[in-house]
């Protein structure tokens, strides 16, 4: 297997790093996370003019055709930048499940929309007792004449703040299904909530929430199968993301090390702190290789999936931690000065961690699947016979 990028992908590698190293600097983070709405629209439609939020899309649905490995790209430079506008709630997440389960009708009027920036669909799924067991939902349907009515609570709706279509989960004759509803919908009640890392979500409450027919999705299709398969490509992209931040944490440190004098020469000159960074870059190298399996694993049968991707959230939940803990001591307390960015990585790899599923909530499903032999043995990449 050539574990190369190719030379288009390096394109769009060089490409993205240099868009959001010229046009979305620490300076201009800060002012968005401060700003009223938490989110730049001038650089959601730059965005989609370089074609980043039609990129994982297939080409009959009016997307590039691009795959898991151009989305990781993608996520690695949004992690260096620490952008905070939803690509991942709303093109990975909410996006990819619009693709799998919409109808004709639903992808046309949704994607569209979706990849010329105009349009923001946000998955509302997780409740507060759901855990990492996807199909723990309390949120209800009961037909209303030719429709439904669908009661419940989402909280930390990711994306939530920004959207204008919530894909929303409930119960429906026992079976986990999505349905359509406006962020303006009556009985659909939004409050925003902002979160440790300076991004925003959500808390949802629908009060008897009535929708049409045609706001249902795929009644026939396993619901629940397709939202663990999208969380699993999530999963896959916040690995790419926190790839992104542990190079640029090391990145900063060494650079900081070189600079910084004590005792008359530069920290860097320190062997003890040359080991401390050795042992960094030994662990973001380790993360790489992690997040590399996530991502060529996300088409892959079940239990292969889960082996690449709960196993490298495991293990970057670890060696990121880790290297973001090295970074913040190196620093002293310049780490957590507003000047740098050192303490905005830090609390993006926190709340990576702590998001769509914690580190031991990974470490325990990967756990739970390489118990069985035939697993253990077999190739990363291929399902067991």
């Not at 909530?193 to 299709?221: I, T, W």
Request: net charge negative.
């Amino acid at each position: 297997m050539d574990l190369n990028y190719s030379d288009e992908q390096l394109l769009l590698k060089e490409s993205a790093e240099r868009f959001l190293k010229d046009r979305y600097d620490f300076e201009k983070r800060n002012k968005i996370i401060a700003s009223e709405t938490g989110f730049d629209a001038g650089i959601w439609s730059e965005m989609a003019d370089l074609g980043w939020l039609a990129l994982p899309f297939a080409e009959e649905n009016g997307g590039l055709g691009g795959g898991a490995v151009e989305v990781s790209l993608i996520m690695e430079a949004i992690g260096r930048a620490l952008v905070v506008e939803p690509y991942l709630a709303s093109i990975i997440l909410a996006g990819g499940l619009v693709e799998k389960l919409g109808s004709e009708d639903q992808k046309a009027e949704i994607l569209g929309g979706l990849f010329a920036g105009t349009s923001r669909p946000a998955l509302a799924h997780a409740e507060r007792q759901t855990g990492f067991g996807l199909g723990n939902i309390a949120a209800t349907t009961t037909k209303s004449g030719d429709g439904y009515a669908i009661t419940g609570e989402k909280p930390l709706v990711p994306g939530g703040p920004f959207a204008n279509i919530f894909l929303v989960s409930a119960k429906l004759d026992g079976s986990v299904k999505l349905f359509v509803i406006p962020a303006d919908a009556a009985g659909l009640t939004q409050t925003e909530v902002k979160l440790v890392d300076g991004s925003r979500a959500s808390d949802l409450v629908l009060d008897n929430v009535s929708l049409p027919a045609s706001a249902l999705f795929s009644a026939e299709a396993d619901t629940l199968a397709e939202i663990e398969a999208a969380y699993d490509r999530v999963n896959a992209a916040l690995a790419s993301e926190a790839v992104g931040i542990m190079d640029a944490l090391l990145d900063a440190t060494v650079a900081y090390t070189k600079e910084r004098v004590q005792f008359g020469k530069p920290l860097a000159a320190f062997q003890a702190l040359q080991h401390r960074m050795a042992e960094m870059a030994v662990k973001c190298q380790e993360a790489r290789g992690s997040a590399l399996l996530a991502t060529l694993s996300v088409d892959a049968p079940r239990m292969t999936r889960i082996r690449g991707v709960s196993g490298a959230r495991a293990k970057i939940g670890k060696v990121s931690r880790s290297v973001a803990q090295e970074a913040i001591q190196l620093h002293g307390a310049m780490g957590f000065s507003e000047e740098m960015p050192i303490g905005a990585w830090f609390r993006r790899l926190y709340a990576i961690e702590n998001t769509f599923g914690t580190t031991a909530d990974h470490l325990k499903r990967y756990g739970e699947i390489i118990r069985d032999p035939a697993i253990l043995s077999g190739s990363l990449l291929r399902e067991p016979g």
